[in-house]
């Protein structure tokens, strides 16, 4: 098993920034597999950010250029560092683990929330 607590979100002014942090316990060896999603209201969750193999981040276009994923193996935390926040950023932001292997297994944290006001 997998836990994975997220923390970080809030309330924001368009154009502001924000930082997300998800630490990692249990079953998990290091940070490579973990991205982060978001889910906005009426809309399907979608894939944000992940490492690639050599260890940097891949982005959505959506985000490209303004999000930053980086992480510790030491403290087996993965953070996202939001910058030049636009109010279409509003939505539930997830951790995510998946185990991949032959049977993968995907993990979530609970979610944290971050409005953007215009």
């Known amino acids: 098993q997998v836990r994975l607590v997220e923390s970080g979100g809030g309330l924001v002014q368009a154009g502001g920034s924000l930082k997300l942090s998800c630490e990692a316990s249990?079953?998990?060896?290091?940070?490579?597999?973990m991205a982060w999603y978001r889910q906005a209201p009426g809309k399907q969750r979608e894939l944000l950010a992940n490492?690639?193999?050599?260890?940097?981040?891949n982005y959505a276009d959506a985000v490209k250029g303004r999000f930053i994923l980086s992480g510790t193996n030491a403290k087996m935390t993965v953070y996202l560092q939001m910058n030049s926040l636009k109010p279409e950023d509003t939505a539930v932001y997830y951790c995510?683990?998946?185990?991949?292997?032959?049977?993968?297994?995907?993990?979530w944290g609970q979610g944290t929330q971050v409005t953007v006001s215009s």
């Open positions: 995510n683990h998946n185990t991949g292997g032959y049977y993968p297994v995907d993990y």
């Open positions: 249990g079953n998990i060896f290091n940070i490579y597999h």
């Open positions: 490492f690639n193999s050599d260890g940097r981040g």
